[in-house]
């Protein structure tokens, strides 16, 4: 699919449900619930802006792989004036936007931009992980996805000096496979997680202290939010159900934060990018 539109965007959504709740309610459908549905018209608002005949230059470019025009965020900049011409693209959606959607999807469009770009990081971990990174980038650039992250280990308590990970909550390896990882655990702060399409989790930084087993804490992955076992469980709403005149930002942009509950959830390897500390295999 080339780059899509505000209702391949919603329909989506539809058409790959996932687990959602939201104050003691399991959400059927995030595009029409009251508490979710402003955010997922302001999403699609932005993917909107790429089939107009006006901007298609601007928001879009050539694929390199398919020939189909793909979002600009997804670009990497060969030359000064691709850099450019991806900025330009942002500040559209920046602007649109109003400023206050802090996870659209560019937001991780240029991550994976960057990790496809530095491949050869990840094959010090694994030597696949190069092909992982490099054919998910591809993947999402192609089918034009949107992306949540969740990046922190969910905490029962703050005592200075003592690991969380011991406790069975933070989100770790349960087991390893010839065909993947089995994951159980939980993560924060999953914003726009409900009304995205994909969820990438990985560490900013190693945080295992001295736990027994920590190395089963790092890892980097990504896969549908509508994953067999994965759960999202929502704060509550900024849109109160009152007019855009009212309140006009809760009522338009409301991307909704969710702590992300990983119930044994299989994870294949061709989603893994990176696994614990070690080395490239030999």
């Not at 309610?25 to 009251?34: A, K, L, M, Q």
């Not at 500040?91 to 990790?115: E, H, I, K």
Request: charged share 20%; net charge neutral; hydrophobic share 40%.
């Amino acid at each position: 699919m080339p780059a899509r539109t505000g209702q391949d965007y919603i329909t989506g959504l539809r058409e790959h449900p996932r687990e959602v709740w939201l104050r003691g309610e399991r959400i059927s459908d995030v595009t029409t619930h009251p508490a979710l549905r402003g955010g997922v018209q302001a999403v699609a608002a932005l993917y909107d802006l790429q089939s107009r005949a006006d901007l298609r230059d601007e928001m879009t470019y050539v694929s390199p792989t398919t020939g189909d025009r793909v979002g600009y965020s997804f670009i990497i900049p060969q030359t000064q004036l691709e850099l450019q011409q991806r900025g330009r693209m942002m500040m559209r959606w920046a602007r649109t936007g109003c400023g206050m959607l802090g996870r659209s999807p560019d937001f991780l469009n240029v991550n994976f931009a960057a990790w496809g770009a530095a491949a050869d990081y990840f094959a010090q971990n694994r030597l696949s992980f190069k092909t992982h990174v490099r054919q998910y980038y591809e993947h999402i650039r192609e089918n034009d996805l949107t992306l949540t992250h969740a990046l922190i280990n969910l905490q029962r308590r703050r005592t200075p000096g003592q690991s969380q990970l011991s406790e069975g909550v933070g989100l770790r390896v349960v087991r390893e496979t010839d065909a993947g990882l089995l994951l159980h655990g939980s993560r924060i702060l999953a914003t726009l997680g409900p009304i995205a399409d994909e969820i990438a989790v990985y560490s900013p930084r190693f945080g295992g202290g001295n736990a027994a087993g920590s190395e089963a804490y790092v890892l980097n992955f990504a896969i549908p939010c509508s994953t067999p076992g994965v759960k999202f469980l929502c704060r509550e709403s900024f849109d109160i159900g009152r007019s855009h005149f009212d309140h006009p930002l809760g009522s338009r942009f409301e991307e909704m934060d969710a702590t992300v509950f990983f119930d044994d959830v299989f994870v294949p390897w061709e989603r893994v990018f990176l696994l614990g500390r070690r080395g490239p295999a030999q």
